[in-house]
């Protein structure tokens, strides 16, 4: 499995571009709610409250009252308290409103209004899990925001590979981690760029161009060592022996397989040593060590069998390569067994 973040950051949290408009809405709000909340602040004799008093109702009650940029901003924020409760059509068809606001400015729509607002329908998008629509919508917003010069378009182009690469769109996901990757490096972040050479290496391995594959993971591995990355190292030299293996290098596969497993062991994680005994399996196969590579993928499919939840894309990879070296042994029988069990599985699996 490939993630360009280091650390999980999906679900729970309201998505960043969403955090970024309140202290704007506060700054052109009517006169109306400017009282309101004002005395609603002195009511509690709290100084710090005025950032945070507009309600939902007082936005809904707002719209009335506004046009062009209050109005479309007033949307905006409204899908950002609709996002939080996690009502996502609603809150997808509230910043489809501000977007569709803004453009009808035309030029007088600020950019990065915009920018916002398609940020929005993205993540609303993502969260319905219309992931080649969500990754169309953020597209738009990086364009705008880059060429506003904005801070913000080198975390939503992150985003957007991302995105790109669970649409399966694996060559967008490398135009966009490249320019990413040159932005970080710019800027002297190369923890930044190992995570999107990470990302550019696993959608070269899904085109099965196995050699800018190693490329990519090469350079990931490179900035994850100099920052003493341990385990996204193991991460990389895992890949790396997946794609040695697929180009029938069996020294290097197997060489970077051990590592990977070493480091895994030694940190007793044992959900990533599963994954890396499986690329050692393969390796030692391809070695010439038949026996041994087979008994090393027994023990995997034993583990990944007994895990929850279960990964059946993977329990059928390990069960497909122990049927090819079955059939190699002339234990076709036990092969054939095997090959018609993964077929009803497949079947289910298939999109």
Avoid at 307 to 318: L, N, T
């Amino acid at each position: 499995m490939c993630s360009a973040k280091l650390t999980p950051s999906n679900v729970a949290n309201i998505e960043p571009p969403y955090l970024a408009l309140p202290a704007k809405l506060w700054r052109t709000a009517t006169p109306q709610i400017r009282e309101r909340s004002t005395a609603l602040a002195d009511e509690h004799n709290d100084d710090d409250v005025n950032d945070e008093i507009i309600t939902e109702e007082m936005l809904w009650e707002r719209i009335p009252e506004t046009q062009g940029v209050d109005r479309a901003s007033t949307y905006y924020e409204l899908s950002a308290r609709i996002y939080a409760r996690g009502q996502y059509d609603e809150a997808l068809a509230l910043a489809e409103t501000a977007r569709d606001i803004y453009s009808e400015l035309g030029s007088a729509a600020p950019t990065e209004g915009l920018a916002q607002a398609y940020s929005a329908i993205g993540y609303n998008l993502n969260q319905l899990k219309r992931m080649s629509e969500a990754a169309t919508a953020m597209s738009k917003a990086v364009e705008l925001l880059r060429e506003n010069k904005s801070p913000m378009a080198l975390e939503l182009a992150c985003t957007l590979g991302e995105w790109w690469f669970s649409s399966k769109e694996y060559q967008n996901t490398i135009d966009c981690m490249e320019e990413c990757a040159r932005e970080h490096l710019i800027d002297g972040n190369e923890l930044g760029a190992a995570t999107d050479f990470h990302l550019i290496g696993c959608a070269y391995r899904e085109l099965k161009k196995y050699d800018q594959a190693l490329e990519a993971f090469y350079e990931a591995r490179k900035y994850f060592k100099t920052a003493r990355e341990v385990i996204h190292v193991a991460r990389c030299d895992q890949k790396i022996a997946h794609c040695y293996t697929e180009l029938g290098d069996a020294e290097s596969a197997l060489a970077a397989a051990q590592k990977a497993v070493d480091v895994f062991t030694t940190a007793h994680d044992h959900r990533r040593l599963t994954y890396a005994s499986f690329e050692l399996g393969k390796a030692q196969v391809l070695s010439g060590e038949v026996d041994e590579g087979l008994n090393t993928l027994e023990r995997v499919l034993d583990i990944a069998a007994d895990a929850e939840p279960k990964d059946f894309e993977f329990i059928v990879a390990i069960e497909r390569r122990i049927a090819e070296i079955l059939h190699t042994q002339g234990r076709s029988e036990e092969a054939i067994e095997i090959e018609r069990r993964i077929a009803s599985i497949s079947e289910i699996l298939e999109n």
